[in-house]
């Protein structure tokens, strides 16, 4: 079945960088758009970023344009998040999801449009 794995998170300061990423297996990856998602304790999961299924076009939430980058290989099926000028609001667990329509040329933000979602991975930024 569908499996999506990230890895990555884990304990960084004020303006460090991490590099996430989400490994896919059990399925096909590379007709669909790809997301990350994140929730902090006590808050609705929120959009980050995506990427359509050629990885030519990307969308970001304003709170980490210019500072989060999403790629994506198809080759491999792994998805990543480099996050630059980390701010402790961006502490949250962080997820990989896939989309579940095929095709799209423009990601969607809404998370009720992924199918397939990864078990998290936790990201603390202390300043």
């Known amino acids: 079945q569908v499996q999506l794995v990230e890895s990555g998170g884990g304990l960084a300061q004020a303006g460090d960088s991490l590099r996430l990423s989400c490994a896919a297996s059990g399925g096909t990856f590379s007709p669909y758009a790809m997301g990350w998602f994140r929730q902090a304790p006590g808050k609705e999961r929120e959009f980050v970023t995506a990427?359509?299924?050629?990885?030519?076009?990307?969308i970001y939430s304003d709170s980490v344009k210019g500072r989060f980058t999403i790629f994506r290989d198809n080759g491999k099926n792994t998805f990543d998040l480099q996050m630059k000028g980390l701010k402790p609001e961006d502490t949250a667990a962080y997820y990989c999801?896939?989309?579940?329509?095929?095709?799209?040329?423009?990601?969607?933000?809404?998370?009720?449009?992924?199918?397939?979602w990864g078990q998290g991975t936790q990201v603390t930024v202390s300043s």
């Open positions: 990427i359509n299924y050629r990885g030519g076009n990307a």
């Open positions: 999801a896939r989309d579940r329509l095929p095709g799209r040329a423009l990601p969607t933000t809404n998370p009720a449009e992924y199918e397939y």
